[in-house]
Nanobody, 124 residues
């Protein structure tokens, strides 16, 4: 099972940017799809973005298209989420997730391993 550790969260003003990182342990990282989810207070966890094993295919939730970019560096066992033009409604705990297969996935059930989450707070 892959172990995941997120970092890069913090407090930022609306319109600002943050880059989240997710470091993965295990030899299988370069062969599995990865994703980012988020959960705001009082709300269910929701899908944000996903990337396939090689990094040449990505998919985003509509509310982040054009603002967020998911990428990965298989040599560093790390997946990133670059977040630009942040809005107060982006405030949430952001979770990194690893699938057991190599494609794109959007459902939480398709991911086997989860990080502990990193808080992102966007002030207005």
């Amino acid at each position: 099972q892959v172990q995941l550790v997120e970092s890069g969260g913090g407090l930022v003003q609306a319109g600002g940017s943050l880059r989240l990182s997710c470091a993965a342990s295990g030899r299988t990282f370069s062969s599995i799809g990865m994703g980012w989810f988020r959960q705001a207070p009082g709300k269910e966890r929701e899908f944000v973005a996903t990337i396939n094993w090689s990094g040449d295919r990505t998919y985003y939730a509509d509310f982040v298209k054009g603002r967020f970019t998911i990428s990965r560096d298989n040599a560093k066992n790390t997946v990133y989420l670059q977040m630009n033009s942040l809005k107060p409604e982006d405030t949430a705990v952001y979770y990194c997730a690893a699938s057991s297969r190599g494609s794109l996935y959007r459902r939480a059930d398709d991911f086997r391993s989860w990080g502990q989450g990193t808080q992102v707070t966007v002030s207005s």
